[in-house]
């Protein structure tokens, strides 16, 4: 009645010990900031953000956190592959610079086996699908 449609009421613990309280975070269901949100029409839009949000918001923020730190390797990654094999062979060869970078030739190198490990991982990936899928339907 007062939950969103889709809402988890028949499974949810909080709703078989306070049905009135169900959806409102843990600051709200104290006694003294009960009286806050007693009418109806404020309750029921308190309950609509919090379930509309209360679930997604930790999700995203992980999600953006996970997204940023996976944006700066590549980033970093990139521009130190370049540098490597495009700007770096333009260099004095006794400049400092090339002992922070590996010889040359390992800039096909290591391309070409991380491009191998990966197409090992997911053609492995693919087969374990395979085979549960398979395990389904039998």
């Not at 521009?79 to 010889?103: E, G, K, M, N």
């Not at 040359?104 to 087969?127: D, K, N, S, T």
Request: aromatic letters at 14%.
């Amino acid at each position: 009645m007062l939950c969103p449609p889709g809402c988890c009421r028949p499974r949810c613990s909080l709703f078989l010990s306070n049905p009135r309280n169900h959806h409102r975070p843990d600051s709200l269901r104290s006694s003294k900031l009960s009286h806050l949100f007693s009418t109806g029409n404020q309750l029921r839009i308190e309950l609509l953000i919090e379930c509309k949000f209360s679930n997604y918001t930790r999700m995203e923020l992980a999600d953006r956190a996970v997204g940023f730190l996976l944006s700066c390797v590549s980033l970093s990654i990139f521009t130190y592959y370049t540098f490597w094999v495009i700007i770096l062979p333009f260099v004095d060869s006794d400049h400092f610079i090339h002992s922070y970078f590996l010889p040359q030739e390992y800039a096909i190198l290591v391309p070409v086996f991380a491009g191998v490990a990966l197409l090992c991982f997911l053609c492995i990936f693919i087969g374990f699908v395979m085979l549960k899928s398979k395990k389904k339907k039998a």
